[in-house]
């Protein structure tokens, strides 16, 4: 404590309650019947005893309380007692504010009697005994009536101090014993007193901060007062005056070494060993205190010896105490007259600091980010450009909050030092435009240079909230883009496109793009009110001029398309408003041009897009766009009608006209989709430009692609004037009749030698079934039964033998192998799971049926990676079909693999083939697909076991061979299924068994292997479902010693990824630098719902009892039992493991340090991190 004075000594070590007796040692006297009374009230606050929550992380702190029994606050406090009553010395008393007598006197000269030193202690422990038995108290608990019971506890302690600090406050006895009673309340191991005495401590010294503040100034102006005083001429200078200006100095002097005793004693009293206590609120009240005595009182407390501590919790594992350091520090940055004495600070914790960005707790990452800038703003030159270079790709981070912050740093680094204006005037500013276009050329370099992203629409909304005005003048934008001198290469122009689209978008719609996460739910009425303006006046700015940039920019296809979107943005009545239909003539040539000129899928979507959203026939101009449609769709197709005249006519085509054709057609297909062009009557023509694709083969597979979307676009837009209106049956007996013809082209292109005709086959095919499906019905649309269509076998056994060709294949088997590009091979992924989801529509919707669904389900385990969600997905919809029928698909799924698995390698030896291997995980994830449901499922499990066992003994040995039956080890994966079952239902099914193998000849003394395992899966010490009246699974608990981490991630890895809650769990974007990510204690999910498993675990390797896991569904409470075990059946509901995990809460955080920790002892003293006992930390202990 090198700035605050020490000679108080008798502050410098906890305070005992003095020898004396004072009002509040009497009203103390009677506090043991107080706290009995409060303790049988009903609306009393019950405080827990946690005996393992005030340890200290550090083994040199004498002051910190041991784990032996009856170790409390009242020893420390007697024992501190004893010492400063040695050492306090006698102090005199100023004649003018004599100390208030501790003791009372009658009027008869007695003195009262004193009641007895242990009245307080035997109150504190009445209190404590009363406490035990509930998790809540004061500051934790809940309901309207605690709500406000912090604020209003740390208020009284507030006017407590400020109601004394011209009287009461130095008279020696109050504060002396009130600072004893909460330092040693807050070294108890009773979480409630600890907390609530911090608390208490921490607001009790912040008010002693403000009265030592208020003494320093008062004692400045004394001193002013006394110099003017002396200064005086020898007549003017008043002796008394004189005099009573030193007397209240040294009064002031007296009160002010009286405070700082006072804060010396708390803080080396608390706040040293409560910044690390193990509960996290305490050690962010500490900080958040620090802090503002740091603010309040730099003088005092803004050095080096009190930094530090703020500087070490900066690797706290909590997320709360970090972000308590970051507002601390932030806020001392931003006080410019502050920020020379953090230079050594800096140094030494900048690191931390800037690699706080990438914490995995968003918010601490947002308040990392916003210190940084606060420290640009005050600290020039601190920041190097290695550290801006680590925040810098943050902009583009999947939450907006984090992002938003990011690139307001990114602005003030390096947009707003080039941007200021040498101007001085604001009427210069405004009319100057050349900051502006400064600001486009920097965001320009940036994102070009960069190369951290390929899409600006994210740097744009990072950048929005503190550049929004610059983004938003189109002007610049659009003068930059017309310039014919800009100096801007082929990227940068169409960057700065994609800006002026995404700055637009953003004006116009107010939501972030595409993947970022923002917490805004909607927008507040002013906000509404910007954004209709901002769209008013972009939509006039950019109605004239758009026409201009699509001719500039019209064969750039990457240029004209997002170009082409603007209109998405637009106020589209301005066109009449605004008497600018010239423009609109304009915009539809320039969009006619375009159309014609290109054949890119993008151009084409936006041109037609762009023609829809002017087609609204509440339009006054509605006439004209539409005759401007016929005319372009006239042109394409009268050329379409040439090309195949030439194209049905000839047997070869040159490449010119071939890709004249394709180009026809992928127009017309683009407008097709957008637009109803029934009256063209395409479907014949393209009918037969199918036919002889499938006939002859001589079609290029160019032209059949876009043929085969034409004719499906005809069907539905067919479908669509019937389902309007009162159709006759010849219309739909039409109707029908060309899609069926249509299927059955679609089921020949199947075969094709092209892969893409195949795939476009088949998800068009597989979108027609599903519409024409009995579902149309439904509704009251009975009119359409005529409409309704299922598919033959034949058509649904190619269907799933397309789907094993093309979607179920190996990583191996792709065309391009390991040299294809990262994004060619997640578009391909894109494409097999888009494949895969159709048929299994076609499953849950009745088209295709059931049974097929085998052939999905069977791939489960081994493609779980790429398609675990939708099969998973999948299963649970059928199950909620018909849970019957969905248990024997999946005991169907388990029959073929191992009948292909038998007809590959033969019965020797089958059990210990790889292959083997991964069908007995596909049915241990089957087993734990049925969820804790046990008396739901207990006829379908017992059904699944019967059919298994006749499988595996359908196919008998010869007759006198002593050889197994080649499906008995199908015995094996059913065992995975037998936790699953009831004790009495194991019992039937054993006798089952033994009916069945009657009937195969054994040899006597060699029983089989697979029988053995099966046999001992259903014995009665194997773990067993029952379950409890609520319907949840028992289980017992088990805790023994945890194996290292690296030895528990080598066992678990291969079953993590199907225990987790979500099917494809996002990754997230940010990780944090100062927590290091772990698995969770325990064994996986996939393990508690499987029972016992001596196949998934070595010999002697245990499950930790009790584990945590991050879902709390219902099937994750069924934990492994030990057959060794007791108290096997010990019935365990839902509420009683909470309750029991409410009580080993302090177990598991102990295990958890030492499962995190990196190879180190596992001794209990190392078990909890010493967090600051140096400045040198590891951040991966955190």
Request: aromatic share 8%; charged share 25%.
């Amino acid at each position: 404590m090198p700035t605050l004075r020490s000679s108080s000594s008798r502050y410098h070590s906890s305070s005992s309650p003095s020898s004396t007796s004072s009002p509040l040692r009497r009203a103390v006297a009677g506090g043991r019947r107080s706290v009995s009374a409060a303790s049988s009230s009903s609306v009393s606050v019950a405080m827990p005893c946690d005996d393992g929550d005030s340890k200290q992380t550090s083994e040199g702190d004498s002051e910190s309380l041991s784990a032996g029994e009856g170790s409390d606050f009242e020893d420390s406090l007697r024992r501190n007692g004893k010492k400063r009553a040695a050492k306090r010395p006698l102090k005199p008393t100023p004649a003018k504010l004599p100390k208030k007598r501790s003791q009372t006197v009658r009027a008869n000269g007695q003195k009262e009697s004193e009641p007895p030193a242990s009245d307080l202690f035997d109150a504190v422990k009445g209190a404590k005994s009363d406490m035990q038995d509930s998790g809540d108290y004061p500051l934790t608990a809940s309901g309207p009536s605690w709500k406000k019971f912090q604020g209003s506890f740390c208020e009284f302690v507030r006017t407590l101090v400020y109601q004394c600090q011209y009287g009461l406050l130095y008279d020696g006895f109050p504060m002396d014993n009130l600072i004893s009673l909460l330092t040693g309340l807050s070294d108890s191991q009773v979480r409630a007193f600890r907390h609530t005495s911090t608390l208490a401590a921490m607001k009790l010294m912040t008010s002693l901060v403000r009265v030592a503040l208020q003494l320093s100034l008062h004692k400045d102006n004394n001193q002013r007062q006394y110099e003017a005083e002396r200064n005086k001429g020898p007549g003017q200078r008043a002796p008394e005056r004189l005099e009573s200006l030193l007397e209240k100095r040294r009064e002031l002097q007296e009160h002010q070494e009286e405070i700082e005793g006072m804060m010396n004693a708390l803080f080396r009293g608390v706040f040293v060993h409560r910044y690390r206590d193990v509960l996290p609120e305490i050690r962010a009240i500490c900080i958040e205190e620090i802090g503002s005595w740091m603010q309040s009182y730099s003088t005092s407390f803004l050095t080096d010896s009190y930094l530090k501590y703020i500087g070490w919790t900066l690797h706290d594992k909590h997320r709360d105490v970090r972000l308590k350091c970051l507002k601390a520090l932030k806020g001392l940055y931003g006080n410019q007259d502050l920020t020379s004495r953090l230079e050594l600070f800096t140094s030494r914790f900048k690191d931390r600091m800037v690699s706080m960005v990438m914490d995995r707790e968003y918010d601490v990452a947002v308040e990392a980010v916003r210190l940084l800038i606060v420290i640009l703003k005050s600290m020039d030159g601190v920041l190097t450009d290695a550290d801006c270079e680590s925040i810098y790709p943050v902009v583009y981070a999947s939450n907006r909050a984090l992002a938003s912050a990011a690139g307001e740093f990114l602005y003030w680094k390096l947009f707003y030092p080039e941007c200021e204006t040498r101007a001085v005037g604001g009427r210069e500013r405004r009319r100057s435009p050349r900051p502006q276009r400064t600001f486009f050329y920097l965001l320009l370099s940036f994102f070009v240079e960069s190369e951290l992203h390929d899409h600006a629409a994210y740097l744009v909304d990072s950048l929005w909230d503190c550049a929004g005005p610059l983004l938003k003048d189109w002007e610049s934008l659009t003068s930059l883009l017309l310039e014919k001198d800009q100096n801007l290469g082929d990227v940068q122009e169409s960057t700065l496109i994609e800006i002026l689209v995404s700055s637009v978008r953003q004006a116009s719609e107010g939501h972030p793009p595409v993947g970022r996460v923002t917490g805004k739910k909607g927008l507040t009425p002013k906000e509404r009110k910007i954004q209709a303006d901002d769209k008013v006046k972009l939509t006039e700015h950019l109605i004239p001029l758009l026409p201009q940039l699509l001719a500039k920019f019209s064969a750039d296809a990457e240029k004209v398309a997002p170009l082409l979107q603007l209109l998405n943005y637009f106020d589209l009545n301005i066109y009449c408003t605004r008497r600018l239909e010239k423009h609109l003539e304009l915009l539809l040539q320039q969009l006619q041009e375009v159309v014609v000129k290109h054949a890119e899928p993008a151009v084409l979507e936006a041109g037609a897009h762009a023609l829809y959203l002017l087609c609204n026939p509440e339009f006054t101009f509605f006439t004209r766009v539409d005759f401007a449609r016929s005319q372009l769709v006239d042109l394409l197709t009268d050329r379409f009608q040439q090309e195949l005249e030439e194209l049905l006519q000839s047997s070869f085509l040159d490449e010119d006209e071939v890709y004249s054709l394709a180009a026809t057609l992928k127009r017309l297909s683009a407008f097709y989709n957008a637009h109803d062009l029934t009256r063209w009557e395409l479907y014949e023509p393209c009918y037969q430009l199918l036919r002889k694709a499938v006939d002859t083969g001589e079609v290029p597979h160019q032209v059949t692609l876009p043929a085969l979307t034409l004719v499906y676009f005809s069907i539905l837009w067919t479908l669509t004037h019937i389902s309007g209106s009162d159709a006759s049956q010849k219309q739909l007996l039409d109707l029908k009749g060309r899609m069926v013809a249509f299927c059955e082209l679609c089921q020949s292109c199947l075969s094709d030698v092209d892969s893409e005709i195949q795939e476009q086959a088949f998800v068009l095919l597989s979108d027609l079934l599903l519409i024409f499906s009995p579902q149309m019905i439904i509704g009251g649309r009975e009119f359409l039964r005529p409409l309704v269509f299922i598919p033959e076998a034949t058509l649904q056994s190619e269907l799933a033998s397309f789907l094993m060709d093309h979607v179920f294949i190996q990583p191996g088997e792709l065309s391009g192998g390991h040299s294809q590009e990262d994004h060619l091979q997640i578009e391909q992924l894109h494409q097999r799971r888009r494949l895969l989801a159709g048929f299994c529509k076609l499953l849950l919707y009745g088209v295709l049926e059931m049974d097929a669904a085998s052939d999905v389900f069977k791939h489960y385990s081994k493609f779980y990676n790429d398609y675990g969600d939708i099969i998973k997905e999948t299963l649970t919809r059928a199950r909620q079909i018909d849970r019957s029928h969905c248990s024997r698909i999946l005991l169907l799924s388990l029959k073929q693999l191992y009948t292909e698995l038998l007809q590959e390698q033969g019965p020797q030896g089958l059990n210990e083939l790889p292959a083997f291997i991964e069908m007995r995980d596909l049915a241990r994830r089957f087993a734990l697909s049925f969820g804790p449901q046990q008396l739901q499922n207990r006829d379908l499990v017992v059904m699944l076991h019967k059919e298994g066992i006749k499988f595996s003994l359908s196919e008998l040995p010869p007759a006198g061979s002593s050889s197994q039956p080649p499906n008995l080890a199908f015995l094996e994966l059913l065992a995975e299924f037998s936790p699953r079952l009831f004790h009495q239902d194991k019992q039937l099914l054993l006798s089952y068994l033994e009916k069945c193998l009657q009937r195969v000849s054994q040899a006597p003394g060699r029983p089989w292997g697979p029988v053995t395992t099966y046999c001992h899966s259903l014995s009665p010490g194997e773990n067993t479902a029952e379950v409890s009246p609520q319907g949840y699974p028992r289980s017992k608990k088990r805790r023994v010693e945890g194996p290292s981490r690296q030895h528990r991630e080598d066992i678990s890895a291969s079953q993590e990824e199907s225990l987790q809650p979500n099917s494809i769990p996002a990754t997230p974007m940010l990780t944090s630098t100062a927590v290091k990510s772990g698995q969770p204690l325990g064994a996986s999910e996939e393990m508690e719902e499987g029972g016992s498993s001596e196949l998934a675990f070595p010999q002697g390797l245990y499950l930790l009892g009790n584990p945590r896991s991050r879902s709390l569904s219902p099937q994750h409470f069924q934990t492994p039992l030990n057959p060794s075990d007791p108290g096997l059946g010990k019935q365990l509901t839902r509420l009683s493991l909470m309750e029991e995990d409410e009580e080993e809460l302090e177990i598991h955080d102990d295990l958890s340090e030492d499962w995190q920790g990196s190879g180190k002892s596992s001794s209990s003293s190392e078990h909890r991190l010493d967090l600051l006992d140096s400045t040198e930390l590891n951040t991966e202990d955190f």
